[in-house]
């Protein structure tokens, strides 16, 4: 763990402060302002119940559920082919991100290990639905903040990605495209040129970003010292993925533990921020986007040839065993603990989704805060309501 | 005809009413037009090219009758109350921002006679009336019986009371440097004054002003509470704040009030700043005409519509980049920067007036 800054260090002090009084003015007759479940912050509908005094934030209660569509127990009821249709509409921005922990961990059951060629394109895939869905969550900080315009260049740019994705997969935004032992489908005629083309984008996007909202005081003035997490609050309350790294956090699963997937053959760097506030929070994830174009450009310098496919029976039927597998998603740590007995079906699914767990700090992170900064926590943490609500 | 006009007999027949329904279709012109303008070009088609994207495309011509279907769609809905609120109160409110706008028109110059009042206090009255909309916007939040309308309404009340200041201190410069508080006294003042003995272009006060000029825009920013300034109505906070529970017509009035707003804002800006509906005299000199020739009671309502979207194209292209402060934020940067700044400048110029 990375030492604590001092700004951050004042910062939680000053939580700590707003905390304590607070707790003081609890007996004061307050404002309650449900904020969702239909509400253009919440990108869907969560629901927070907040009591105001005037308008700081005294006590903050997340409601979810409003979108439950109880995947774990649909997964029960597919054959494991038929489990990567629903999980692709957890996390929708990155799609393909969501099949992949769920396919390793059933390729560990019945002990089948995808060809090289498969884990190089997986992982391109993966990097590209972790662009798709981080673009979008850095031009629609601005909309959270009144900025309206990056998030249509962020919608114009990612495009080009999404392109790319549908002429691989055939699917803009639920590829259902990666198979027990492999992929579905080979790469088609002049894909990795175009990719490269598309990239391109990114990287101008991206550099947008830093001149059109990183540069600008109102945003710096607006997101520095907000909603401060430190480092041991965040790792208590499990956060993953870029929250947990703009708190300082040095711990990426695609460099600590790259089960399947082909990160140990690229050269790459994990950010972290010391501060922990939004503002980190949003610069962790540009960089991240950045490092994404780094590494789909290496690996598609370095697809390997090949079968996409192992050899795998035509009736998948799973051993009787358990695996637990997850990955760094776009979001942060999904994972999938799947329990077979045997049969065509999985015998029990559980679905750690990155957001679900990123939100239960919302209560000890809105306590104190102001209406405004509410919409910039809530943003700068970035759920998608699929992730939340499976 | 024209012969008719010069008669006495015309004059004394023209009827009391007639002169003023003229100016009532005038004024309705004055305000209506260039608001449609400036919303037809600015909010529909200059920002959807900022945000790559095409805008209305299919009503008329290049969407230029996107307006009307607008108007069209807004005046067939329904006009809901909500079931605690005010009702009078509410039906009121929209009305009451809308009055702000007219009666801030009323004392605008478009031409050396072509004005609907020429007061001497002019400027006074423009700033005074233009804070009449708070009461409409307070009245909207609190009688919704919404919190989000609540919450929205108080912010605007916190918010144009601050601004208020630096807008009236920026003016004040102006006044210094015209000795008049006569709008149309501005003007004759920037036409006849010279810069270091210079007069082809007169003295518009923007060259003398800039930071008077820089803080009046800021301040207006505010006061028409567009981004960076927008908490009141902050669409991802509040949901459009005090408006959230309008529809329909009354919607339709806060819609045409907040744009018609930003055009007489800018129309007086011209006129503090930029000349007014004067050209710079060289051209008239050129043409060979007087400054304030009647000539210039027709050209003039045109040279204040150019000057008008000059500003306004700031204020919209300001809108779509940047991000919103927050409500203290705001508080700090008018209490702590523009008002010690303005009232610099009204110092330098009092100094400037005296040595000079």
């Known amino acids: ?390 | 005809m024209t012969a008719l006009f010069a008669t006495d007999f015309f004059w004394e027949t023209w009827p009391w009413w007639a002169d003023t329904i003229f100016r009532l279709i005038f004024a309705i012109v004055a305000v209506l037009l260039p608001a449609g303008a400036t919303v037809y070009l600015y909010l529909f088609k200059m920002v959807s090219f900022m945000q790559s994207r095409l805008g209305p495309m299919e009503a008329g011509p290049y969407g230029s009758m996107q307006l009307l279907a607008e108007v069209g769609k807004n005046l067939q809905k329904e006009d809901i109350f909500p079931a605690r609120a005010d009702r009078t109160v509410f039906a009121m409110a929209p009305y009451v921002v809308l009055l702000s706008t007219f009666l801030l028109a009323v004392v605008i110059p478009f031409g050396p006679e072509a004005t609907f009042i020429d007061l001497d206090t002019g400027v006074y009255f423009a700033l005074a009336v233009s804070s009449v909309s708070v009461i409409g916007i307070l009245m909207a939040g609190w009688a919704s019986a919404s919190k989000y309308s609540l919450l929205g309404g108080l912010r605007a009340a916190g918010q144009l009371i601050a601004y208020e200041l630096p807008l009236i201190l920026a003016v004040v410069g102006v006044v210094i440097q015209a000795g008049t508080l006569n709008l149309q006294d501005i003007v004759t003042a920037q036409n006849q004054q010279e810069i270091f003995g210079w007069g082809a272009i007169g003295n518009p006060f923007i060259l003398t002003q800039m930071l008077g000029f820089i803080i009046f825009l800021i301040a207006v920013q505010a006061e028409l509470t567009q981004v960076p300034f927008d908490m009141p109505i902050a669409e991802s906070e509040l949901v459009s704040g005090y408006m959230t529970e309008y529809s329909g017509f009354r919607f339709l009035m806060f819609f045409i009030a907040e744009f018609a707003t930003a055009n007489i804002f800018a129309f007086l800006g011209a006129t503090l700043f930029l000349g007014g509906w004067s050209v710079p005299p060289f051209l008239t000199d050129l043409l060979g005409i007087a400054w304030d020739s009647p000539i210039m009671n027709l050209v003039g309502p045109f040279v204040m519509l150019t000057k008008m979207l000059l500003l306004t194209f700031i204020f919209y292209w300001v809108r779509f980049t940047y991000p919103r402060f927050r409500e203290d934020q705001l508080q700090k940067f008018a209490w702590k920067v523009l008002i010690p700044l303005s009232l610099m400048n009204i110092a330098i110029t009092a100094v400037f007036k005296v040595v000079f």
Not at chain 1, 124 to 140: P, V
Not at chain 1, 146 to 159: C, K, L, Q, S
Not at chain 1, 308 to 329: C, F, H, L, S
């Open chain 1, 1 to 390: 763990m990375t030492a604590v800054s001092d700004r951050r260090q004042l910062a939680y002090i000053a939580a700590q402060a707003a905390d304590a009084r607070v707790n003081v003015e609890l007996e004061a007759e307050g404002m309650t302002l449900n904020i969702g479940p239909q509400h253009p912050a919440t990108h869907g509908t969560l629901r927070i119940v907040a009591r105001l005094d005037g308008e700081q934030v005294i006590e903050a209660d997340p409601i979810m559920g409003y979108m439950h569509r109880g995947y774990e127990k649909l997964a029960e009821v597919r054959t494991y082919p038929q489990v990567t249709t629903l999980i692709n509409r957890i996390d929708w921005l990155g799609s393909f991100a969501n099949e992949v922990p769920f396919i390793l961990a059933a390729e560990q059951l019945m002990d089948i290990e995808a060809p090289p060629r498969a884990q190089h394109i997986r992982t391109i895939l993966f990097e590209m639905a972790r662009i798709a869905n981080l673009t979008l969550f850095l031009g629609d900080m601005g909309v959270q903040l009144g900025a309206v315009t990056p998030v249509f260049y962020a919608f114009r740019d990612r495009e080009h990605i999404l392109n790319q994705i549908e002429a691989a997969t055939g699917g803009r935004f639920h590829p259902n495209f990666d198979r027990i032992g492999g992929l579905k489908d080979d790469l088609p005629a002049g894909w990795v040129a175009e990719t490269k083309e598309s990239l391109g984008h990114i990287t101008k996007f991206c550099n947008l970003m830093d001149d059109l909202l990183i540069g600008n005081e109102i945003f710096e003035a607006r997101t520095r010292g907000i909603g401060v997490v430190p480092a041991d609050v965040a790792l208590s309350y499990g956060l993953s993925g870029a929250n947990v790294r703009a708190s300082g956090v040095d711990w990426d699963l695609r460099r600590d533990n790259p089960v399947g997937l082909a990160y140990d053959k690229v050269d790459w760097k994990v950010w972290t921020h010391p501060d922990g506030d939004s503002f980190a929070r949003y610069w962790v994830r540009l960089q991240e986007v950045r490092e994404s174009v780094k590494i789909v450009e290496q690996l598609l310098d370095t697809i390997p040839s090949g079968p996409i496919m192992a050899k795998v029976p035509r009736i998948i039927k799973v051993p009787e065993g358990e695996a637990y597998v997850e990955t760094e998603n776009p979001l942060g740590v999904m994972g999938y603990y799947v329990v077979s007995k045997g049969g065509l079906n999985p015998f029990r699914v559980k679905i750690r989704s990155a957001s679900f767990s990123n939100m239960s700090i919302t209560p000890w992170l809105l306590k104190g805060t102001y209406v405004p900064d509410v919409i910039t926590i809530l943003a700068s943490l970035y759920f998608i309501l699929g992730d939340i609500d499976r």
